[in-house]
T-cell receptor, first 109, second 113 residues
């Protein structure tokens, strides 16, 4: 079973920041937080991952709380193409990804 | 485009028939995963290869399912005597040499009628 909890759906206005929360209160010290997204009828796409420090790449920023029990994925300027299901996953090393149901993000024009 | 390709993209078959899917990974990636995704659910792990060795299988992988990865390159997933419950998207993912991010192919959507 997935070790994360995410809201089932969220809306975001185009051009605004999308902040997607994830709860992982039982995370272990050696587990990383990964984010993937899946656009309709496509395979999941890797976005970003982190252990305890905040991370940023060309797609998004990942903010992990100091106690590591929750995190937030930030898409700084959401576009219509960011409409997708976003999955938050905790994982040790190269192990199978355990997906939950994710958050369905709808970006609205 | 992740560089991982899957064939076919869509397959419709009748119950009881055998089907085979193929995954072509990024050439330098030696670890390969298969997942299955049913409607409205996240992907679920099926099996995992390190080069040609199949190292782990999920309990979801019944006796009707078999996967191979000859020579550690492309991989095939075969389902024998298909059932309607096998209708799903079958996804392949590969893992880079120096990182653990998984790169997914576009998937094969199977419909069993």
């Amino acid at each position: 079973d997935a070790k994360t909890t995410q809201p089932p759906s969220m809306d975001c206005a185009e051009g605004r920041a999308a902040n997607l929360p994830c709860n992982h209160s039982t995370i272990s010290g050696n587990e990383y937080v990964y984010w993937y997204r899946q656009i309709h009828s496509q395979g999941p796409q890797y976005i970003i991952h982190g252990l305890k420090n905040n991370e940023t790449n060309e797609m998004a920023s990942l903010i992990i709380t100091e106690d590591r029990k929750s995190s937030t994925l930030i898409l700084p300027h959401a576009t219509l193409r960011d409409t997708a299901v976003y999955y938050c996953i905790v994982r040790v090393g190269d192990t199978p990804l355990v997906f939950g149901k994710g958050t369905r993000l709808s970006v609205i024009a | 485009d992740t560089g991982v390709s899957q064939d076919p993209r869509h397959k419709i078959t009748k119950r009881g028939q055998n089907v085979t899917f193929r995954c072509d990974p990024i050439s330098e990636h030696n670890r390969l995963y298969w997942y299955r995704q049913t409607l409205g659910q996240g992907p679920e792990f099926l099996t995992y290869f390190q080069n040609e060795a199949q190292l782990e299988k999920s309990r979801l992988l019944s006796d009707r399912f078999s996967a191979e990865r000859p020579k550690g390159s492309f991989s095939t997933l075969e389902i024998q005597r298909t059932e309607q419950g096998d209708s799903a998207m079958y996804l392949c993912a590969t893992v880079g040499q120096e990182s653990y991010e998984q790169y997914f192919g576009p998937g094969t959507r199977l419909t069993v009628t």
